[in-house]
């Protein structure tokens, strides 16, 4: 009887070498999960972070793979880049990938509204990656999940106006914030402030170094800086993010967007509540039946059906429920709630479907230097 042999997973012969720049924080770390369970073809896997742990060791396969310094030699003979260590690293870093032949799928805001730069969800606006440079920037997590909701309704109806209000999980201020949530909800707990007690009586004790006010208990109106100037100002640069990235993805210039975006004390998992007001009528037998069949999309089918974040975090779909008809503008208005688990359509899910579909459209080569 003649003996099947397969081909290792990894190393993956014909596979590619793959850096995961920021490979050792949550969203890296997911992707690094993500690229071994989907079996993303990988020659070599280079997982690189700061100083700090360089020399630690990260589990791939089954195999230990020695995490190395973020520095622009590390990318040398790399074919996929994903970075996810923060806006300034990627300014520095990327560009010296793509100088050394890497495409780069950047999670940073760094690049994304750069005209030369594809801003892509899978699924929604993978056509964007024919011709790109190099570069390849992701959503914020908070406008990722809303595109293959807002497309569905696009394509059906229209899109007119969206007010977006978001309710964001701590884990999107990366491991630091689920740090933070943890350690001041259990001093919290110490200092019997669960028992009702206001700040005003009983100021907390803790000592934060990353959200503005305190995050446990609370909310907090205010992710990222204020801008302060022209019709912008008194916005959060996350409020702008999800406006001016829905526009690019949907190739809506002129499409009328507002937000608000608001932290709360949700480790995983970001929750919206969206308004929008479509150009023609649709009823909501349609758009219920509609987002049903759009991929990666889970819609309820009761109103007492809704989504938690609590309760979907670690899944991969965008879940909608509460949808319903705005009584203000009942011709053309619909309301809705939209849940996701921000890690992963919002981040490392999404980037590890783009490099999937680089490789399937055989679009991983910077066009200057030719193809892989
Ligand atoms: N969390 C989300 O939901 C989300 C969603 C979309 C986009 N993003 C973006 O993704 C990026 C990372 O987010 P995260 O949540 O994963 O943050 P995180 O948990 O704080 O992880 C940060 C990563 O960056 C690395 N790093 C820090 N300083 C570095 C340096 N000087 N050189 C090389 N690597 C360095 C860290 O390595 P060490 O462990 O060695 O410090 C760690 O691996 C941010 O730009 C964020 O805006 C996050």
Not at 21 to 48: C, M, N, Q, W, Y
Not at 57 to 85: M, N, R, W
Not at 123 to 141: D, M, R, S, W
Not at 176 to 205: H, I, W, Y
Request: glycine letters at 8%; a neutral charge.
């Amino acid at each position: 009887m003649m003996m099947m042999t397969t081909a290792p997973l990894y190393p993956n012969p014909t596979g590619y070498t793959v850096a995961v720049l920021g490979a050792t924080g949550v969203v890296g770390s997911l992707i690094i999960k993500l690229l071994e369970e989907r079996h993303f073809p990988i020659k070599a896997l280079k997982p690189l972070a700061s100083k700090r742990s360089a020399g630690k060791a990260i589990t791939f396969h089954g195999q230990a793979v020695l995490i190395e310094e973020a520095c622009p030699e590390a990318f040398t003979g790399v074919d996929i880049v994903l970075a996810s260590a923060g806006g300034s690293i990627s300014a520095a870093l990327v560009p010296e990938a793509v100088k050394r032949g890497a495409v780069c799928i950047d999670n940073t805001s760094h690049f994304r509204m750069d005209a030369t730069v594809p801003l892509v969800v899978g699924g929604v606006n993978e056509e964007a990656l024919v011709g790109h440079q190099g570069i390849i920037a992701n959503p914020n997590c908070s406008t990722a999940q809303l595109m293959p909701v807002l497309k569905t309704l696009r394509d059906a109806a229209g899109l007119k106006r969206v007010i977006v209000s978001t309710y964001q999980s701590v884990s999107g201020a990366g491991k630091e914030g689920l740090d933070e949530l943890r350690n001041e909800a259990e001093n919290d707990f110490t200092n019997g402030k669960v028992a009702g007690q206001s700040d005003k009586f009983a100021p907390s004790q803790y000592e934060r170094t990353k959200f503005a006010r305190p995050i446990s208990f609370n909310l907090i109106p205010q992710i990222d800086v204020f801008a302060t100037e022209g019709v912008e100002a008194g916005y959060t640069k996350e409020e702008l993010k999800l406006i001016h990235e829905t526009k690019k993805i949907l190739n809506l210039p002129n499409l009328q967007i507002t937000a608000t975006a608001v932290r709360v004390p949700v480790l995983v998992g970001h929750s919206e509540s969206v308004t929008v007001d479509l150009d023609r009528p649709l009823s909501l037998e349609t758009a219920t039946q509609l987002l049903a069949e759009t991929a990666d999309v889970v819609i309820a089918n009761t109103h007492e059906g809704y989504f938690t974040p609590r309760e979907t975090a670690g899944t991969d779909p965008v879940y909608v429920s509460r949808l319903r008809k705005d009584t203000s503008n009942p011709e053309t208005g619909l309301n809705f709630w939209v849940v996701s688990d921000n890690l992963r359509i919002g981040a490392a899910l999404n980037a590890v479907r783009l490099a999937e579909a680089l490789h399937r459209l055989k679009l991983v080569r910077v066009p200057s230097l030719g193809c892989v």
